[in-house]
């Protein structure tokens, strides 16, 4: 029986996982940059984290979720995203104890039951921060600019920020009050999941994909009239430290996130060349999520990209990734005798920090060279023959077809003085 990998899976072959490492590298330099440092939390968590910290009014909670029963009775769930557990960890260890701001870094799989199609997947990748402790703006800016400078570096054009400010405690009973009055009227021509919304989670309602609903919209109350002074100075200073970091951005008042806990900052970063799934990252302030958890009131702000979508964007853009190095050496035989003597020196080779190919197939002379280009070798090292018995082998340059025959004990600082080159 053949058995295939899961819907809405991938399998990242050789050639992918070279550009996924070079992603990761640069994601890594970037936060070394910006002192951020890895974060590593399990991949599966109580179930009951995920109800309180993404809240069990989101599609994620809803539908998405992976949760299953260990043989011990307890609900776990695959996570869907990193947040939930980045909280959970500042709290369990105890890093609010330590010097603050806690800035954070993770990357890795994330699990939701959604429909798959372009951009959109059941096991897909997030890179994300967070960032524990200010509740300055210049933190929210700092998120941004880091998620920008990674999609600079890449080289990526027509990307959109979209910010917005969803208030806080204080502001916004009074705006939900306020959209709860607008859309009454309309109440029961709202789309089914909209009305479930009206009075659970009314904030959601600006962001549905329906036209209907978008349209008994025009003309709504938008959180940014409703800012109370600290919010509405709060968003005035992100949007200067973004004009100071020279990042443009657009308003948009349909950006929300409907929760109590977040606060202040939405964002998200848009890049329509990529199709429906146009969201590249999306992130934001949450100043009640800490302790909403269970730890102690912290302000917190941090974004997440799909790294499935990064990839997209690549390819729709045609921009290509460095290629990676080939081999500096590949080791030839030339006749049985000589196996094991090849074999030590590819060792050897390699000991001394080369990276050298070594023939295991026992191929003709003709199929090595074959196969040594495949592996875009800057040297073949031919052992055997009588070059041997002078305790010499020969070194061809495979870009010149060049040929010298060097002796077997210099041939590993011969090479590593050539390669330095
Ligand atoms: P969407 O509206 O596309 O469903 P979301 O609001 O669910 O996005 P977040 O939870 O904010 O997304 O996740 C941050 C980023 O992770 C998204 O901007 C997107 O790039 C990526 N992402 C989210 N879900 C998926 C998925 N199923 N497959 C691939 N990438 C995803
Ligand atoms: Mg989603």
């Not at 599966?44 to 011990?72: N, P, S």
């Not at 609900?75 to 260890?93: F, H, M, Q």
């Not at 036209?211 to 002074?229: K, S, V």
């Not at 970091?245 to 964002?267: E, Q, S």
Request: hydrophobic share 40%; with cysteine.
């Amino acid at each position: 029986m053949l058995t295939k990998r899961p819907r809405g899976t991938n399998d990242f072959l050789p050639e992918d996982t070279a550009k996924w490492q070079y992603i990761e590298k640069l994601l890594r330099e970037i936060c070394r940059q910006f002192g951020y440092a890895e974060l590593r939390t399990p991949i599966f968590e109580e179930t009951a984290l995920f109800l309180r910290g993404v809240g069990d009014t989101t599609d994620i909670v809803q539908k998405e979720m992976y949760t299953f029963e260990d043989t011990g009775g307890r609900s776990l769930t695959l996570r869907p995203e990193n947040t939930a557990s980045a909280v959970r960890a500042y709290v369990e260890n105890k890093l609010f104890a330590g010097q603050q701001p806690v800035r954070l870094f993770y990357m890795g799989p994330m699990f939701r039951y959604e429909r798959p199609q372009a951009g959109r997947f059941r096991q897909f990748h997030q890179f994300g921060v967070e960032c524990f402790g200010p509740a300055s703006p210049a933190a929210d800016a700092e998120v941004i600019a880091l998620a920008w400078e990674f999609y600079r570096r890449l080289g990526l054009k027509n990307l959109e920020l979209n910010l917005n400010s969803v208030g806080c405690p204080n502001c916004r009973p009074a705006y939900r009050q306020a959209l709860q009055d607008f859309l009454r009227p309309h109440l029961l021509e709202l789309c089914p999941t909209c009305q479930e919304r009206f009075e659970k989670n009314p904030l959601r309602i600006l962001d549905c994909k329906n036209p209907q609903c978008q349209q008994f919209l025009q003309g709504a109350p938008t959180t940014l009239d409703a800012l109370c002074d600290e919010c509405h100075e709060h968003f005035e200073a992100v949007q200067s430290y973004l004009h100071a970091a020279a990042i443009p951005y657009r308003l948009n008042t349909k950006l929300v996130r409907g929760l109590d806990y977040y606060t202040n900052t939405a964002f998200e970063i848009l890049l329509s060349d990529i199709g429906a799934q146009s969201a590249v990252c999306g992130g934001g302030r949450y100043n009640g999520l800490v302790e909403e958890l269970g730890g102690k009131a912290t302000p917190g702000v941090g974004f997440a990209l799909g790294m499935e979508r990064v990839f997209s964007a690549l390819t729709a853009q045609k921009l290509a990734l460095p290629e990676q190095p080939g081999l500096d050496v590949f080791v030839a035989v030339l006749d049985k005798q000589a196996q094991t003597m090849a074999f030590q020196l590819a060792c050897n080779l390699r000991q001394s920090g080369l990276a050298a190919g070594y023939d295991t197939m026992e191929r003709s002379l003709k199929a090595q060279f074959k196969y040594a280009d495949s592996q875009r070798a800057a040297y073949t090292l031919l052992v055997g023959g009588e070059e041997l018995t002078r305790d010499s082998v020969v070194l061809r340059d495979m870009q010149s077809s060049e040929q010298t025959e060097q002796s077997i004990n210099e041939i590993v600082a011969i090479l590593k003085e050539k390669l330095a080159k």
